[in-house]
């Protein structure tokens, strides 16, 4: 497992250390012990073997192996390892713009390695889900730029949430793309909101990836004449969620419409399961014209759902089914392996790593660039084995990569021979 660690980032990233020698480091370096390459691997690690606390990096990693596999991954010579506040301190004074462009390099990375192309919708588009979740939560006011809200008991909670935007794949991979943090601004009257958080996210997501065929994958908050203007001028795709009561007068046009076109209806049976599509064309709102389809989904127990989405793509028969399945049904993929991975998977997404507010937001961004190479590692280089049948739970494997960082130590001439050697990773299908 070693080995396929060394593997990944050879592969993906072989210019990895020169990018981590290029952060700006806000510390005094002369009145430095440890490089900030060295801790910013420490704090990759602590997230991929799921230790849930930088506190925990003092008795995990305090091993002659553990120290070794260190030096050999960061590629650094340390004699002892550092305090878990020193890298905390190193990423309170770390630009928080530092490991955004880190994570955009990552991810351009793999998209010129054609990595991700397979998995676009319509052959086209990369589909980007965007939602918000929540990060921190405090009994007191944590900064200036807490969100609040008074609970059913009558506390006050203070709360940080985060919106992101994550590029899906069929596979499972969700590689986070861009992130925009919902604080209030000091004297705000007003409270910060995710539409408000979206209306800065989309231009920054659109500026890091200018030439991207992007499609966004959208709640129906955003079902909103101001963010279909916004998603026109950056030239973005979109399938949104309608939810039922949103947009009455398009909805009964679109019910009006069903009815007088019933030869764009098709039937796709998935074993018992049998879906329904219907779809119209040009519904309005204000100034803006869409599409919407809709899929009627019933199981062999006789259980029914409804899904309804609007887009600005063309609907037809030939589609229907892609632009449902691939495309509106796959934004549960950002909660369900994006947010709900790094909350129950050892992540510990709500964990609060750092009360300083710059630290606390280069965790996060850490967090999820960890997030990407661990993806990579368990979808791609370890693909053959049988994860969670072998080991009993994902988060059981970063378990066994623990125990394997601490028991066992590859020697520099296996590191030269993965690193100089060249291989192809191919990534799991399911």
Not at 24 to 40: N, S
Not at 319 to 339: D, H, M, P, Q, T
Request: aromatic share 10%.
């Amino acid at each position: 497992m070693l080995a396929e660690v060394h593997r990944t980032i050879a592969h993906f990233f072989p210019e990895l250390r020169q990018r981590l020698d290029a952060l700006a480091d806000g510390r005094d370096r002369e009145a430095c012990t440890y490089p900030l390459r060295a801790l910013v691997w420490a704090g990759l690690l602590m997230f991929l073997m799921g230790l849930s606390a930088r506190r925990r990096l003092r008795f995990e990693f305090n091993s002659a192996f553990g120290l070794a596999n260190l030096n050999a991954v960061a590629q650094t010579d340390l004699e002892t390892l550092a305090h878990p506040d020193t890298l905390a301190y190193a990423l309170q004074k770390l630009p928080v713009g530092e490991l955004i462009r880190l994570r955009r390099w990552m991810v351009q990375a793999l998209l010129r390695g054609r990595v991700l192309e397979r998995f676009r919708l319509r052959g086209r588009f990369y589909r980007v889900a965007v939602d918000g979740t929540g990060y921190l939560t405090f009994s007191k006011p944590h900064c200036p730029h807490c969100l609040s809200r008074r609970l059913s008991n009558g506390q006050v909670q203070y709360y940080h949430p985060v919106l992101e935007a994550k590029l899906v794949c069929d596979n499972g991979l969700v590689l986070s793309l861009a992130t925009e943090f919902i604080v209030n601004a000091d004297g705000a009257d007003k409270q910060d909101c995710e539409l408000n958080a979206f209306k800065r996210l989309l231009p920054a997501l659109r500026a890091s990836f200018p030439h991207l065929p992007l499609c966004l994958l959208l709640d129906g908050l955003y079902l909103n004449a101001p963010v279909l203007t916004l998603l026109r001028q950056h030239h973005c795709a979109w399938i949104i969620t309608f939810k039922d009561g949103a947009l009455p007068q398009a909805a009964a046009e679109f019910e009006a419409l069903a009815a007088m076109t019933p030869e764009h209806q098709r039937t796709v049976l998935d074993g018992p399961t049998r879906r329904s599509y219907r779809w119209v064309s040009d519904l309005t709102h204000g100034e803006h014209r869409f599409h919407a389809f809709e899929c009627l989904e019933v199981t062999p127990q006789g259980d029914s759902t409804r899904f309804r989405w609007a887009t600005h793509l063309e609907v037809t028969a030939a589609v229907v089914e892609e632009l449902s399945w691939k495309g509106g049904r796959a934004r549960w993929k950002i909660e369900n392996e994006g947010f709900n991975m790094q909350k129950n998977g050892g992540y510990a997404l709500e964990h609060a790593y750092a009360h300083h507010w710059s630290a606390a937001r280069n965790f996060y961004l850490l967090m999820q660039i960890a997030h990407l190479i661990g993806q990579l590692l368990l979808k791609g280089a370890l693909r053959h084995v049988r994860l969670v049948q072998t080991f009993g739970s994902l988060r059981a494997v970063a378990g066994r990569l623990l125990e394997a960082w601490r028991t066992a130590v590859l020697t520099p001439e296996q590191i030269a021979s993965i690193r100089a050697r060249p291989c192809q990773i191919r990534f799991d299908d399911s």
